[in-house]
């Protein structure tokens, strides 16, 4: 199965409100990335956040790496419609030459 | 330049035919990468190049052919597909040669429809 597994699967919410999405992993990583991918497009590196690290932010995103329970959650403030789209957490797994990608979390702003 | 770029945009095919597509990009990487996404699926792995060698094929068919011509370009060479190969192929390159630890930069995608 995929590594990393996301939570919700969707998530709707109002313009102007924060949005969370969990992502849950199986093995030991080198590190934690976040895509974006808008309808039927490519994907956008938005963050990445080392196993040595707890928290990092990125404009109106913020990333929480919990290696001890092995999750990691994506923060988006003051959400825009523009942030309407695919989330995907993805693993570099050690060992591996690859990333793994969950199955991602579809978010729909609302005006 | 950090941009990844797909042709075709879009590709219908039979499933007799042989059709390619092209990834290039001018950012320096040695990674490139191909994928398969499949709709409200994530993105699976097919074919890692490193230094313009293939260092990962994902079990792929050998209906799909890689091929590195040079660091900036990345062909998949496509011959007698089946209609559940319809999807869309996403190229991606990144910085160093394993790439697992570097961003990866995606380009747009090529919508593969096999009839």
């Known amino acids: 199965s995929q590594q990393g597994e996301e939570d919700p699967q969707a998530l709707s919410i109002q313009e102007g409100e924060n949005a969370t999405m969990n992502c849950s992993y199986k093995t030991s990583i080198n590190n934690l990335q976040w895509y974006r991918q808008n309808s039927g497009r490519g994907l956008v590196h938005l963050i990445l956040?080392?196993?040595?690290?707890r928290e990092k932010h990125s404009g109106r995103l913020r990333v929480t790496l919990d290696t001890s329970k092995k999750s990691s959650s994506l923060l988006i403030t003051a959400s825009r419609a523009a942030d309407t789209a695919s989330y995907f957490c993805?693993?570099?797994?050690?060992?591996?030459?690859?990333?793994?990608f969950g199955q991602g979390t579809r978010l729909t702003i609302n005006p | 330049d950090t941009e990844v770029t797909q042709t075709p945009k879009h590709l219908v095919m039979g499933m007799t035919n042989k059709k390619s597509l092209k990834c290039e990009q001018h950012m320096g990487h040695r990674a490139m990468y191909w994928y398969k996404q499949k709709a409200k699926k994530p993105p699976e792995l097919m074919f890692v190049y490193s230094y313009e060698k293939l260092s990962i094929n994902e079990s792929v068919p050998s209906r799909f052919s890689p091929e590195c011509p040079n660091s900036s370009l990345l062909n998949l060479h496509l011959h007698a597909l089946q209609p559940e190969d319809s999807a869309l192929y996403l190229c991606a390159s990144s910085r160093f040669g394993t790439g697992s630890s570097y961003e990866q930069y995606f380009g747009p995608g090529t919508r593969l429809t096999v009839t």
């Open positions: 993805a693993t570099s797994v050690q060992g591996a030459q690859k990333l793994v």
């Open positions: 956040i080392r196993s040595n690290e």
